[in-house]
């Protein structure tokens, strides 16, 4: 094919993956959608003569199937984007002193909200661009973060992206498990096409500010201005130059998996309204603004089969087994399929072309199927097992989802999985065993307890093809330092079903002093412990007492299971420096010793022992915020309100340093 041929075959091709994805449908996942605009926009650059017409590069959105069309007073853009620091530092001189912003670029569904005389009288998506269509109704009941009356004459415009927040998304997917949302973004978009509210009830979306159009009185600064009216803005931040925009960027980067919504980017923005108007527009996006793309969380790849887990807990989870695909910074080859039930809602069969999402350090999971017109017919059914694949014993369900279970307490796989847990990093960290060692260890009958690791002798091992002197001594080493597990991670290591990590430390902070006291609590007492619940505490009772043997050979065998001193509620002195203190931190935080960035969470750990509880966000109930650098103006403005006395690092790491703490 030539590069002509190729040409009209991608902007053919764009132009109705966009009508499925504007129209709630999407066949390809956005990372893949992307390749292709970037494949006909090299060429389109390297063939101008052949630029197709129309351009779907200089269009914006689709032409979408409208209920009721509104004309938008001016067009609502798509966005520049940029992947590399050359373009932002290209980006900050082209308007050289202007201050700029740098936000979350929200994966949801642009809205223009446009009030009259104060009073909200649309609400309009984009459409495309030009044209789009009137949701007011839908907004008014469904998104948060609108308000219905605005403290204003005149006319009034405000963009922003309605999203659906991440919380919202895993409620409503729980509750839904017949009928499943693919992912947020798709979920806001179907949900404001809905022709009727009451169809789409529950799905509830947020409302976050970007965008102000206002002719008189309202503030120059962009975020003063929207703020001023009442909404939630995106979380800008002010940047002087190009490197510390680029900072910013790597937190959002960093960060997009502590918050509540997806974002897939970044976005910069002049900060001055005026300015951003005087820059002015190109064919499909505003010269004031620059969009900075992040890695892709969500791939398709072919599901070439689905194996069945036996799990610690005798769970059997069907796996995916995918062909290799770099999804969320890694390759992923497996991903969860969740339960029969889910696997039955969203049609996946074994052989089908599905997307994969992987944000952070979540397990990736199967999304589901985008494009049934890609199966060919030879596509197989997921057929659950109805015996155990390890013990062939009949499998039991259990639930709505109707999980599958082993019941087999001698299931060789459970406990092959149950001793691999207590070797765990989280829980005993027998770090010079692993898995592949277990499971022969297990084969040969050694092991069959987490008990039984304290019985291994040198001679023993080294009877084993493979093993010389060196790693023999190794492994008893590492099981020996293993003895000082202590109550928190032992309780950990016996997986329990149903408690999890935090059960074990908040039983720690509330006192129990060892293992067997909370075997003997009763469930009473266990549920008096703060976010114990009856269920976690029958849980904890019921396997505690099966576990009584298992307890004993571990004391007999030297494994502490009493509580360590590390997992005692911390005894902060009444002088503590932040004694008593409710904190919120925010900005890039450094070490004003060395200059070097710290982790938010470890400053965070050393306020805290200091004396300070840390919450994530500003309220009446803080008494400080602790600003780093680049602080977005968000937080300042809700300390101002709550009263909240800010106080700048240094003066933290100034108490903390002469505390002893840092
Ligand atoms: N999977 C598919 O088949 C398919 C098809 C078409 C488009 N897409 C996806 O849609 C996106 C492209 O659409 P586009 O070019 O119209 O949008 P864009 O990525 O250029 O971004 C423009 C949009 O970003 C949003 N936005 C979010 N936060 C913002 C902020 N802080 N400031 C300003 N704007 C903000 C606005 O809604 C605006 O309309 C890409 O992510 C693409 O992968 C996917
Ligand atoms: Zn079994």
Sequence with gaps: MNAQERIRELADQIVSLRDAYYSGSPLVADAEYDAIEDELRALVAAHPEWTPDPNPLEQVGAPAVLHAPVRHSRPMLSLEKATKPEQVAAFFDRFPGQPVVVMPKLDGLSLALVYEDGRLARAVTRGDGTTGDDVTPLVRALVDGVPPKIDTSGRVEVRGEAVMLRSTFAA????????????????????????????????????????????????????????????????????????????VISDIERERNELDYDLDGAVLRLANRDAYSAAGTRSNSPRGALAYKFAAEEKTTVLADVVWDVGKTGKIAPVAWLEPVFVGGTTVTRATLANQEVIRAKGIRIGDTVLVRRAGDVIPFVAGVLDESKRTGEEQEIVPPTHCPSCAQPLTEQGNSRELFCTNVACPAQTVRRLIHWASRAAADIDAIGPVWIERLAETGLLENPSDFYTLTKERLLEFDRVGETSATRMIESIDKSRAVGLRRALIGLAIPMASEGTSARLCKAGFGSLEEVADAGEERLVAVEDIGPKVAASL??????????????????????????????????????????????????????????????????CEKAGATATSSVSATTDLLVTGADVGAAKLTKAEKHDVEVVDQSVIWAQLIAAGIA
């Design 172 to 247: 409503y997917n729980e509750t839904h498990q017949d009928k499943p949302l693919i992912n947020p973004r798709n979920a806001a978009a179907g949900t404001l096409r809905a022709k009727d509210p009451a169809a789409v009830a529950g799905r509830r979306m947020v409302f976050f500010a970007f965008d102000l159009d206002a002719s008189d009185g309202a503030a120059a600064d962009l975020e003063q201005g929207l703020r001023t009216f009442g909404f939630t803005v995106a979380d800008m931040r002010h940047c002087s130059d190009a490197a510390a925009a680029q900072d």
């Design 541 to 606: 009772t019921e396997h505690l007492a099966r576990l009584r043997p298992e307890l004993e050979r571990l004391r007999e065998r030297g494994v502490s299971l009493d509580v360590r001193e590390e997992d005692l509620p911390a005894v902060v002195a009444s002088d503590a420096p932040l004694a008593g203190k409710t904190i919120v931190i925010t900005g890039t935080i450094s070490d004003p010793r060395s200059g070097e960035k710290v982790p938010r969470p470890t400053f965070q750990r050393l």
